[in-house]
């Protein structure tokens, strides 16, 4: 199975096979037993929603959802005053200069199609020989603990993830996690005194370093260098057509295991886009085939995620809302956040909980563990 199945695999599993618990959700723990001994599998971007946990007992399972952002370039403006009733609101640091579209009465399409627009001018900061690309991400993390058919409670970690990524990406890669806080309670079948937090593990914190980004050569399937079906290699966006069209009928060929729903293809359009590797000019033919997806809405003119004001485009499927969010001045990807739908697949969570955030930096550096200064 490979990277791109795992994804479609992990998507509101829980919701397709029953009995409907969290454990369906861990489709791959990152784990194996060699002579005894737990070994993780390489965190490739798809297991950020299947980090590992060694339940300590039988029937107790941890899961993990997290959600990526572009990190912000300047502070956000304050907050405008409430639009008139029945439009969307926007805040003045959302709204571009006075020649630009009134984002207010812009559809979802019109939002993508402009910053496809916005994006085509966009240039990437070049890698050169013996450089390596920066990405962190300050993500918040969804643990859950189930304990019957509709027991269980769920917490929300603050994690951060820094990886250095050379020029040649068959040379030494890097991965460094820090867990920063894991007590904020979204909420349970049991009160917060009766629910213990999640087991912190070894791959939840911790240093690797491996080429081609094979931090864990063990694990299975092996991770192969230009693996055009793994979005962590430069082969995967190579290999992709730049006619959005295309781009369109890639996403159906990519998502036909679970029929290309709307709600699939969105979500799998926007595991790419997090993935921060993506190209310039190939995004903004991204944008224009998300514009494709029926069902995509604004959710809001003025979103906020972790300090930066855009508009969020969002897909409800009952269960849970994915938002993509967009700059609509620079057609930036600021990221994406997932909030839980009218009927969310744990029962103790209330329609409405944000499930999780996080921030994404990029930068060029010159040695391995280089941080860039902020």
């Given at each position: 199975m490979n990277e791109l199945d795992e994804?479609?695999?992990?998507l509101?599993?829980?919701?397709r096979t029953a009995p409907a618990d969290l454990s369906a959700a861990r489709t791959r723990l990152l784990a194996e037993l060699d002579a005894g001994t737990v070994l993780p599998l390489r965190p490739k971007r798809v297991r950020r929603f299947a980090v590992p946990v060694a339940a300590a007992v039988a029937g107790v399972v941890a899961v993990t959802v997290v959600l990526a952002q572009q990190r912000p370039t300047a502070p956000a403006p304050a907050p405008a005053a409430a639009p008139p009733a029945g439009s969307v609101p926007v805040s003045t640091g959302s709204v571009p200069t006075a020649t630009a579209p009134d984002v207010r009465l812009m559809s979802a399409v019109q939002v993508l199609t402009r910053a496809a627009d916005l994006t085509v001018g966009a240039a990437d900061q070049p890698v050169g020989p013996g450089q390596f690309r920066y990405v962190a991400e300050h993500t918040w993390v969804q643990r859950g603990?189930?304990?019957?058919?509709?027991?269980?409670?769920?917490y929300l970690w603050e994690q951060e993830v820094d990886r250095w990524i050379p020029a040649d990406e068959r040379d030494v890669w890097q991965e460094t996690r820090r867990i920063l806080s894991t007590g904020k309670f979204l909420g349970g079948s049991v009160p917060q005194a009766q629910a213990p937090e999640p087991e912190v593990t070894d791959t939840d914190r911790g240093q690797w370093q491996g080429p081609c980004g094979d931090f864990f050569p063990k694990a299975k399937p092996p991770k192969k260098c230009g693996d055009a079906s793994d979005w962590d290699s430069p082969a995967f966006y190579a290999a992709l057509p730049h006619d959005p069209a295309a781009l369109y009928a890639k996403l159906q060929q990519l998502t036909k295991g679970r029929g290309s729903t709307p709600s699939v293809m969105f979500h799998f359009g926007i595991e790419i886009l997090r993935a921060g590797q993506m190209p310039a000019q190939l995004r903004a033919q991204w944008y224009r085939a998300l514009a494709k997806i029926p069902g995509i809405t604004v959710l809001a003119a003025s979103a906020n995620l972790d300090g930066r004001t855009g508009v969020a485009l969002g897909l409800d499927?009952?269960?849970?809302?994915?938002?993509?969010?967009?700059?609509?001045?620079?057609?930036?990807?600021i990221g994406e956040r997932t909030v839980a739908g009218a009927e969310p697949e744990q029962p103790w969570?209330?329609?409405?909980?944000?499930?999780?955030?996080?921030a994404i930096t990029t930068a060029v550096v010159g040695r391995l563990?280089?941080?860039p200064p902020k």
């Amino acid at each position: 199975m490979n990277e791109l199945d795992e994804t479609l695999e992990l998507l509101h599993r829980e919701a397709r096979t029953a009995p409907a618990d969290l454990s369906a959700a861990r489709t791959r723990l990152l784990a194996e037993l060699d002579a005894g001994t737990v070994l993780p599998l390489r965190p490739k971007r798809v297991r950020r929603f299947a980090v590992p946990v060694a339940a300590a007992v039988a029937g107790v399972v941890a899961v993990t959802v997290v959600l990526a952002q572009q990190r912000p370039t300047a502070p956000a403006p304050a907050p405008a005053a409430a639009p008139p009733a029945g439009s969307v609101p926007v805040s003045t640091g959302s709204v571009p200069t006075a020649t630009a579209p009134d984002v207010r009465l812009m559809s979802a399409v019109q939002v993508l199609t402009r910053a496809a627009d916005l994006t085509v001018g966009a240039a990437d900061q070049p890698v050169g020989p013996g450089q390596f690309r920066y990405v962190a991400e300050h993500t918040w993390v969804q643990r859950g603990v189930q304990t019957g058919d509709r027991t269980g409670y769920t917490y929300l970690w603050e994690q951060e993830v820094d990886r250095w990524i050379p020029a040649d990406e068959r040379d030494v890669w890097q991965e460094t996690r820090r867990i920063l806080s894991t007590g904020k309670f979204l909420g349970g079948s049991v009160p917060q005194a009766q629910a213990p937090e999640p087991e912190v593990t070894d791959t939840d914190r911790g240093q690797w370093q491996g080429p081609c980004g094979d931090f864990f050569p063990k694990a299975k399937p092996p991770k192969k260098c230009g693996d055009a079906s793994d979005w962590d290699s430069p082969a995967f966006y190579a290999a992709l057509p730049h006619d959005p069209a295309a781009l369109y009928a890639k996403l159906q060929q990519l998502t036909k295991g679970r029929g290309s729903t709307p709600s699939v293809m969105f979500h799998f359009g926007i595991e790419i886009l997090r993935a921060g590797q993506m190209p310039a000019q190939l995004r903004a033919q991204w944008y224009r085939a998300l514009a494709k997806i029926p069902g995509i809405t604004v959710l809001a003119a003025s979103a906020n995620l972790d300090g930066r004001t855009g508009v969020a485009l969002g897909l409800d499927d009952r269960h849970e809302i994915r938002q993509l969010i967009i700059d609509p001045a620079t057609g930036g990807f600021i990221g994406e956040r997932t909030v839980a739908g009218a009927e969310p697949e744990q029962p103790w969570l209330k329609p409405g909980t944000e499930l999780g955030a996080s921030a994404i930096t990029t930068a060029v550096v010159g040695r391995l563990g280089e941080i860039p200064p902020k």
